[in-house]
């Protein structure tokens, strides 16, 4: 169920900076042509690959699949919700059992300061509470 966002709407954050500095990881190996970059925090992924693999050389190729797969399938979901209540929120909560450390995530709709882009940003409240502070 695609949605359309107009990221003028989105508020503003430098998701470049973001990566970067290594505060944010890309969620998925490419973007889908009609979809949005989808990053979550790094004490999320820091929590993926703890809870997941003990495996640090190869971590990433163990836990990106699936990773991509879940963050597909809630995006999937936040689409069919909006679509059906015809409602949409920049800022959303999710029931997941994604992270062990919390029992639902947050999925920040965002658009890149720099580039007239929309993003996820996917983690748990205080994960991106972390990540974000000073910086809104």
Do not use: Y
């Amino acid at each position: 169920m695609p949605i359309s966002l107009d990221p003028t709407i989105l508020p503003s954050l430098n998701i470049i900076d973001l990566a970067t500095q290594g505060l944010i990881v890309r969620a998925e190996r490419e973007t889908p042509e009609d979809g949005l970059p989808i990053f979550i925090t790094r004490p999320g992924w820091e929590e993926l690959l703890t809870t997941h693999t003990h495996d640090a050389e190869h971590g990433a190729t163990i836990v990106l699949p699936a990773l991509e797969k879940a963050v597909h399938r809630l995006l999937a979901h936040v689409a069919h919700a909006t679509h059906e209540e015809k409602n949409f929120a920049p800022l959303i909560t999710v029931d997941s059992d994604l992270f062990q450390s919390a029992a639902s995530l947050l999925l920040a709709f965002v658009r890149d300061s720099t580039h007239p882009v929309a993003c996820v940003l996917i983690g748990t409240e205080p994960h991106i509470a972390t990540v974000l502070k000073d910086r809104t």
